[in-house]
């Protein structure tokens, strides 16, 4: 009963069979495959800008790492919020892509308002040689605690950040499992919310390791290939990524995907609803579930096979309360959830 | 008739069967899945090292940049030749990695002698703070002009670094061309040659894309670990690295696809040396040729359909000899080769 | 009427006089010349440590960021206040010069507390490849609102950092304010109470432009050295760091300097407690005041020629509250500051 | 006997006095002294360019990697010559504040032709993703080797840089002594002749420590300062520099101290070359003189009191030729070079 993450699973079955169909024969190599034109354009017609920029890496942190460094001078901070993954999972990844820009935490937790981002941004003075220098609004979408920005929500921050020239980058490791969430396009959730730049997810959500790069503003696009190589994350056998990618966008079955994955969270959260003890930290919105439970609770679980997040020891006083995350992917079944939530409801 | 390289060709069946048999079920993310357990097993015997450090990452410059910045200091010249893939191909990615080493040319070409390597360390003064400060030896193995160190020369080489205190690491991009090639041991074309780290390149020899980074002395383990993560090269689903090398080691794939693709480098020597106006620049020793040609002969091979490398343009004065490369692996069949030379031959 | 700073006055004569001196006749460069030597017994004889390593920069931020780069890996985070001038007033050299280090911030002014030191240290799980790693520990020492670290609550912070191995920076711009505030010795203030390196401040105290970087144990006495080089900040004609750090030393120039100064913020606000209106923001204990004021007083108080360090502007609601800083140097005279007052007063 | 730099002498006395006038009263920080607005104005005019951008720095190594810094982008080549003091003689601070540039050699000495530099701008070939893109040209006049570009040869270099859009910068530690010896001016040495950017030197010449960094083009001023800052080049007390650089500029006093240097250079050359056995290794055209003698020579000259820069061990066969370095700076006496020659030729 793994629940540990959206990582640990296989790949759906249209990417597993795009790869295979693209294992065949000669491909030019560093991204001139013809399977990447048409990613391209499949991806520049699902966000409905036909000049975006579009590449592909291996790794969210790569993904975010290079966009950020793009827009990003190494004097300026990058506005996220402190739980925002490029902050505390990528070991230092943009701080090192950007040549040693600071991230300036907004807020406390996993989203920020456009008054607590107002105030951070307007903490650093403009033109004073001595501070960090105003750089780009970072949003993850999904939040690192399985919440969702709404339309509105997404516009007034990028709003604060327009009226400061400040551009905007969305880390969507989970962008698809936001977009099903809220019913919007694609194009609503980015460019026409204001984001200039962003990761969209491919491998948490069915994918090997492919994440894209599109800059809806092409500007970017030779400095991001140069960023790109030097950071070592062009393929040679880029087919490999494209064809992922191909097979994910292929008759909807990276938002068949999601759908799958947010359902199993339903489908979880509504069982653990009725858990004795059980407390969600955050109401469950996309894929992932964080509750806190006594740890004696969670002895009892993973003793009986249960594996996922658990923020703290699983040996301590026994009535304390720890936080749980749960993560679902397209992948497990109604058998898998319902052995948990007996095991959990016991 | 595609010659370009040797990362233009589909993976070898048992990479892409592994590949396969890895797609199913959970596993631990971040290099903790069972695979990659086996893996590092499996490097260790080949390479007769119980302690060695093992890794895996999907690109040869990241494997290079990595592995050399986890040896050098940012004020450290690391001695390479001019043509070294590092100094000509990676866009500056072992700067980037380094935080600003040095690549001090040694010799002219793609080999270098103790004397050339000897002179150049002495042109570095030892303890003096205002110049480059003494780093790692570089040595690639198939050079990139095709050519191989025979083990005489590699132990005289890092004999040179040896006698300097200075570490030694090998870009192995084409580690199993060369081995099959000198019918010698991996430890004997490593550390018994005295090599302290390694790329193990597996792309170019029938994989997607994995490179296998190894330390024989597990010294610089954790540090290799955070700049992975921090280089965002640490896999989440790293299963699908891990499965590709298992393919690749298992009943001896890399070795016979190594062995095919010298074949096939050997099959179209040995035709184009009837070729009227050819000349070989070197020697061919592995699995790429580099000859010279007038240029009326590349516009009628390249008219015909032939596809590789050509240094200079295809269009100017018909007489002038301009270098082409010609690379191949293991899945080129003997009738493309022959098809080629039927053309070449005219 | 200028409090603006303490680095807008002129060289103590004790200072003024060395650099004359000094300049005569020949010098070998890059810290050879013999003042070095005699500086560098001078400060291993003030601080009680006779192996010292001892070096000379030109500005504050240099110090403190090659100090702190030699102490930290690029992966590290280094724990200091939201109000650290390594945090808001060196545009990221800390970052730069680091390769990329981030600040993790403790606390919400400039001081810190052992709890909440603690907490921020246990927020970075040890031995996890995806977070910041835990590194040194930097306090200010004046801190940067004017305050004093009494000894006990040195040893009580670095008691927390040697718990978990984490070394210990003090930045010391202001060192000798404290020093002989506290009436303590420079070792009690110092690797007493747990400090690793320091930056020994001379320019805000009477020099023209010169910092001591100190570290108790000289195990990193070479790296420093190719990190100052390297960073551009090795004087060729190093007798003018040394002659003005001589000077300073010499005498009690230093220790009168800093006496003078702190005995002028304290008649300044003396004299200031009568003001109405006027609220102190910390009690002031060195030679710096922080105070809120009435917007109309600040216009009042520069129409009639102050001039000091203002939080905001000078044009908007007359009855706003706004924050200024008074900083006193060694070079102010009891008329300079009684008219101050008067006009304060008046 | 000290010949081994010009960076072991006093000021000259205009600079020591603009260095006390300097000294008293208040300034503002930071380069907002009224001092430096003389110094900026002074250099436009000089230079002929009103709207150049100015800034001062303490150190040569960081006039030359903060100026190239801010003209070149981390994966760009930087074309200078193998003995440039920018590639032996700063421990990689260009590649530190570049972020990982290359320094692309051309030529085999000190200096470049036009077809050298031309062959080598060709070697990175344009738009390719894998290689070094094409950046700044530096020069350096005076020479490492004591030479000088006449300014048609420094027109050919800038003209071939300027051909395939690249910018160029002048490394002028020793700009003063170039100058007098060309006899032109310094706009004609520098933008007339094709350079964009310039380190201007004072330390060698008469200063204690200070340069200038000239901008002809002051589109980068900001970004200048930003990096100056971040790379904690930007002093507090700014005015000890600008003083330096004000006494320096007033009444000629870097012409008539760079004819001085010069004028001794020849004079101690004029003298050696009745020296038996000693060969300049090149015509001195400055105020260094490079030669050749046997090491029983140099051992005898040193035993007598000799000091100067030697190419080799003291110590080893009497009769082999080792070279040394010999500079002058305008405070060496006649007498004093009359000394050496009877020393020498005794």
Chains 1, 2, 3, 4 share one sequence.
Not at 74 to 80: K, L, M
């Amino acid at each position: 009963m793994f629940f540990a993450s959206d990582n640990t699973g296989p790949m759906h079955p249209a990417v597993a069979q795009a790869m295979v169909a693209a294992d065949a024969g000669y491909h030019p190599s560093y991204g001139a495959d013809p399977i990447m034109d048409g990613v391209r354009a499949q991806i520049r017609e699902i966000f409905e800008v036909p000049e975006a920029a579009v590449y592909l890496v291996a790794t969210g942190t790569a993904a975010n790492a290079l966009a950020l460094a793009t827009m990003t001078k190494p004097w300026d901070a990058v506005f996220c919020t402190p739980l925002a993954h490029i902050n505390v999972d990528e070991c230092h990844a943009p701080e090192f892509y950007t040549g040693g820009a600071k991230l300036s935490l907004v807020g406390d937790g996993d989203k920020m308002t456009p008054d607590q981002l107002r105030a951070r941004i307007e903490g650093w003075t403009k033109g004073d040689v001595h501070t960090s220098q105003r750089g780009p609004l970072q949003l993850t979408q999904v939040t690192e605690m399985g919440r969702l920005y709404q339309l509105e929500e997404l516009r007034a921050l990028t709003g604060v950040a327009r009226e400061y020239g400040l551009p905007t980058f969305m880390d969507g490791a989970r962008f698809t499992n936001a977009l099903v969430a809220l019913d919007c396009t694609p194009a609503e959730m980015t460019w026409k919310a204001g984001i200039d730049a962003l990761s969209f997810g491919g491998t948490k959500n069915g994918c090997a390791g492919v994440e894209a790069v599109i800059f809806f503003d092409p500007a970017h696009a030779w400095e991001f290939e140069l960023r790109r190589k030097r950071g070592a994350h062009l393929f040679s056998k880029h087919r490999y990524l494209s064809a992922q990618m191909q097979g994910y966008l292929t008759d909807g079955a990276w938002l068949e995907a999601a759908r799958a994955a947010n359902a199993n969270a339903a489908r979880l959260a509504a069982g653990l609803r009725d858990m004795p003890g059980l407390e969600f930290v955050e109401e469950p919105e996309a894929n992932m579930i964080f509750a806190t439970l006594p740890r004696r609770e969670h002895q009892r679980l993973q003793a009986g096979g249960a594996v996922y997040g658990l923020w703290g020891d699983l040996e301590g006083d026994p009535d304390e309360r720890i936080m749980m995350r749960l993560v679902t992917d397209w992948s497990m079944t109604h058998e898998l959830i319902d052995d948990f939530l007996a095991l959990a409801l016991g």
